[in-house]
């Protein structure tokens, strides 16, 4: 979930009319959007674990068990729709009719963000411990949340943190300079995996000292969203990219590293480097 896909040609009936707004106005857009992103991503770390946030995973008022959890996963399902839909090429297409296209990425992100801020007004905490850390284990189990947050941050630098957020489309557009996707690439830990955001936020979910009932129905309900979604982004990216990334797929695992191999043959390294130029895309999301 990390490489864009080629913007979708549109019919000329589609494309007769455009959504336009002043540059300045888009740039000064994206960057409130991203603010409100920072905003959430920092409400997030604390929502999780419980701490330095008015309300936690497993704080706030409770309802009845099945009433909790209707809600609870209404507001994952929400936050699913809105991500999966507002990402598929058909939906960009009849979009930029309403939204102009510098503003596309900010306003999914807005979208995004306004999602999960909802979902942490509004989530029903659910009691019932499944498991409960203390001493050395929490300790070790705290490091592996940090971690998560590491790995999944870092590897929007992989690519393009401002691509990724909008920031970079607004930019170009006010300096009437020409945008093009990100190029694909296999830099750093998308050597290894195919997803390294999604492992790091499924590191986050499952990082629990203590394991509730509620925290429990939200790390197995994103763990599967977030296999489906995989999914859906695969399938968009071959369709744009073709052979690159099929072979890329067959290649490097999706959310688990395989073990590397310290001692290779230099044949093999020689012929892994070559496959991995072949697999990388000149520049031209």
Not at 25 to 40: E, K, R, S, T
Not at 47 to 61: C, L, N, S, Y
Request: proline content about 8%.
């Amino acid at each position: 979930m990390s490489h864009a896909t080629k913007p979708a040609r549109l019919p000329e009936a589609d494309r007769a009319q455009p959504a336009r707004m002043p540059a300045l106005i888009i740039v000064g857009y994206a960057a409130a959007v991203y603010l409100l992103y920072l905003a959430v991503l920092g409400y997030a770390v604390g929502f999780f674990a419980g701490a330095g946030v008015p309300k936690g995973i497993d704080q706030g008022p409770r309802a009845a068990v099945p009433t909790a959890a209707g809600i609870d996963l209404l507001l994952l399902s929400l936050f699913a729709v809105q991500h999966t839909v507002m990402a598929r090429p058909w939906f960009k297409r009849r979009w930029a009719r309403i939204v102009p296209e510098p503003a596309e990425r900010a306003t999914f992100v807005l979208a995004a963000s306004l999602a999960l801020a909802l979902l942490f007004w509004l989530w029903q905490p659910i009691g019932g411990r499944v498991w409960n850390l203390s001493g050395p284990g929490a300790a070790v189990v705290w490091a592996g949340y940090a971690a998560g947050w590491a790995l999944a941050v870092s590897s929007t630098f992989l690519i393009s943190h401002s691509d990724l957020f909008g920031l970079q489309q607004a930019w170009l557009h006010a300096r009437r300079a020409r945008y093009s996707p990100p190029p694909f690439t296999e830099r750093g830990l998308y050597r290894r995996i195919r997803h390294p955001l999604m492992a790091g936020l499924l590191i986050v979910f499952w990082s629990a000292p203590t394991m509730t009932a509620g925290h429990l129905l939200f790390a197995a309900t994103a763990t599967g969203y977030i296999l489906v979604g995989i999914a859906f982004e695969e399938h968009d990216l071959i369709q744009s990219l073709g052979d690159t990334y099929a072979a890329y797929r067959a290649r490097v695992p999706a959310l688990i590293p395989r073990p590397s191999l310290r001692h290779q043959p230099l044949g093999a390294q020689r012929s892994e480097e070559n496959v991995g130029k072949q697999a990388t895309c000149e520049p031209g999301p």
